[in-house]
């Protein structure tokens, strides 16, 4: 049994009144198995081909929109039924036509037109203007089934291929957190993910490319109408991607536009909104939900406070690397990025549960509970990928251990506290730019050679390099060592990553290798020493 997609034509350039009109399903080209008779008899109860297909009495969960009516037909661009059943709107681009991807537990996913549930409601796939010009990304099919550890090493290769992150950990991050927005409405908090740098450090670059292989990413420009935004973000329930967001909460605007910002990380917390009713004078309040990732892009202004404390700051600089392209290609020609949200819509079909788990891991001693909640739902995800959390937990870290320069530490402590900063990055540090930074921070007299003296008196390992002497960063034991040995607890990310390791003292550090991409470039991929 064949089911036909659903193709959208527009009227002169404007679709705000799209017709709809079946096309013959043989000229798509895709090869994943529609509903036979055996799977509809068993799941939907078998209708014809020109009757929506019928829903099993399960029931709804979750919805993109938000709130659908009761009666009737409703657009919708997603819905979690018990089960779970997932189902998610893919949108062809090329071919201008939209359907539904099914996921039933146990079974492989298929495709429906449109859906029917037992009250008389039908489903139809959420097309607009949006969609077809590209400011809401759609997957354009199922992708093929891929191991998370293959797909998230798939993810870190694609963007280390385009953006220039400061640092491995960020890097691992953002793509830990691309495959988070598959699954954020497992979690009833989600973190949002903020790229800064100076000018000229490719924010526009990382955000675009975050946005190509993000959960339905929603692009808005840092200065599109504020209430436009939020209707997107209530309408399609996807990771929203702010342009140019530089909200230091200076003015009115921009304080409400945080307080608005930040209702989204709440799955409870609703924007209470008044619409006028209809043939009435009076006005009716109305909730909307703004819950779901959300991708920011700030300047060397301050974020307004509010934001700052949700956000996972990843950091970008200035770079010379000579193998990122120049440009990026248009969202709707970008094929190595559809194939890629292809694999992740087929990683949401396979491992999301669609709804919150209400089993929920408990506060761990060592690092602050904020910082906790903040990335507990990036390291259920990486769960699945546990070579990626050490390098979250560094990322941890980062934010976790005092600022240097405003604490009044011995010099030995603040020798290892700047290592244990720097812990997973995967390169040595070189002692002669670690003694410029101390210096920077306010250590005084921490030249190089004194540097060196004082990590070998520590036990800390050293090693000759062509750039002069280095600091080998990976032995946990050592550095354990030298924080008692001058009396002092080390800090919880050493702490932590010692204890994942049980003991065995050599963080083991992933790496970027070389394969060999479809389109002839080389491509980063994701692999082991």
């Known amino acids: ?280 004078d009076s006005w009716e309040p109305m909730a909307r939900s703004l819950f779901g990732p959300k991708v920011l892009a700030t300047s060397e202004s301050p974020l307004h406070p509010l934001l700052d404390s949700i956000c996972l700051t990843l950091e970008l600089e200035p770079t010379e690397r000579t193998d990122i392209p120049i440009s990026l290609p248009p969202f709707q020609r970008w094929h190595e990025a559809d194939e890629l949200r292809n694999k992740l819509l087929r990683y949401r079909l396979d491992y999301a ?16 509970p904020h910082l906790q909640e903040l990335v507990m739902p990036l390291r259920k995800v990486a769960e699945d990928s546990p070579e990626a959390l050490p390098f979250i937990d560094t990322f941890i870290g980062r934010r976790d251990l005092p600022q240097l320069a405003s604490t009044r530490l011995s010099g030995e402590l603040i020798v290892l506290n700047a290592i244990a900063m720097r812990l997973g990055r995967g390169e040595p540090i070189p002692i002669k730019s670690l003694a410029e930074e101390l210096t920077e921070e306010g250590t005084e007299e921490m030249t190089p050679t004194l540097l060196g003296i004082m990590l070998s008196n520590l036990g800390v390992s050293t090693r000759r390099s062509t750039g002069g002497l280095t600091v080998v960063n990976t032995n946990l034991e050592e550095l354990i060592d030298a924080y008692r040995s001058i009396g002092e607890e080390p800090p919880p990310l050493v702490l932590a990553l010692a204890d994942s390791y049980e003991g065995r003292g050599e963080l083991p550090q992933p790496h970027i290798v070389k394969d060999q991409h479809s389109s002839g470039r080389g491509a980063d991929s994701w692999g082991e020493e």
Request: net charge negative.
């Open 353 to 368: 549960q669609g709804y919150p788990d209400h089993e929920s891991p408990r506060f761990e001693k060592g690092f602050s």
């Open 1 to 280: 049994m064949s089911v036909p997609p659903r193709k959208i034509v527009a009227n002169n350039g404007d679709d705000a009144k799209n017709t709809r009109e079946d096309v013959n399903s043989e000229s798509v080209e895709n090869e994943q198995p529609q509903y036979d008779e055996s799977s509809l008899e068993a799941l939907w109860g078998g209708q014809a081909a020109s009757e929506p297909t019928s829903l099993p009495s399960a029931k709804v969960l979750a919805s993109a929109p938000w709130i659908i009516p009761e009666h009737g037909s409703a657009d919708v661009v997603g819905l979690v039924l018990s089960g779970p059943i997932i189902v998610e709107t893919v949108y062809d681009p090329a071919t201008r036509t939209a359907r539904f991807a099914v996921k039933e537990p146990g079974k492989e996913p298929c495709y429906a037109e449109s859906l029917k549930d037992k009250g008389g409601r039908v489903f139809r796939p959420l097309v607009d203007s949006m969609v077809h010009n590209g400011v809401v990304l759609l997957p354009s099919e199922i992708g093929p089934a891929t191991d998370p550890p293959k797909l998230l090493g798939e993810v870190v290769g694609f963007l280390h291929r385009y953006v220039n992150f400061a640092h491995l950990e960020d890097l691992v991050v953002a793509a830990t957190y691309i495959l988070f927005t598959w699954r954020f409405d497992e979690f009833t908090k989600v973190p949002y993910l903020r790229v800064h740098g100076p000018p000229g450090s490719g924010k526009w670059r990382a955000l675009k490319t975050i946005a190509s292989i993000g959960y339905r990413a929603i692009n808005v420009p840092g200065g599109s109408s504020g209430k436009a935004m939020l209707r997107l973000l209530n309408k399609f329930r996807g990771t929203a991607i702010v342009y140019f967001a530089d909200i230091t909460g200076r003015s009115q605007r921009d304080r409400e536009a945080a307080i608005q910002l930040a209702l989204g990380s709440l799955v409870d917390l609703l924007d209470i909104a008044l619409k006028p009713e209809r043939w009435a």
